[in-house]
């Protein structure tokens, strides 16, 4: 059996969590995609690539309740807003998705 192209490319982030069927809001479902694009973004720091595939996982957590989830996402990108390495676009991105997470509870 072959595995999945992302299993064959090595990295980390190949392997996005599909969109959840409870990601209803559209205001929910533009913040995976906006966490998506900023985990693809090779102009900010791996970490922070890495910071915001786990966010948008946490997100993709179907069996917790929605409140959970976006506390999970908050907390992670909070960190990687303090990151020093971080450049200033990178920071903003940060900041308007928990500005938009926020405002879903």
């Known amino acids: 059996m072959t595995p999945p ?16 069927a409870d990601l ?3 205001g929910l479902r533009r913040v995976f995609d ?9 102009s900010v720091p791996r970490n922070v690539r890495r910071g915001a595939q786990s966010a948008r996982e946490e ?4 069996r917790a309740a929605l ?3 976006v506390a999970s996402a908050v907390f992670v990108l909070d960190d990687l807003a303090n990151d020093p390495n971080l450049p200033p676009h990178g ?3 940060i900041w308007s998705i928990i500005s938009d997470l926020e405002s879903l509870q």
Do not use: F
């Open 34 to 42: 906006v966490l998506g694009e900023l985990a693809d973004d090779t």
């Open 59 to 62: 997100l993709a957590k179907s």
């Open 91 to 93: 920071r903003t991105a």
């Open 67 to 69: 409140d959970v989830r």
């Open 24 to 26: 209803g809001s559209p």
């Open 5 to 20: 192209a992302a299993a064959r490319t090595g990295s980390p982030l190949a392997a996005e969590p599909a969109a959840p």
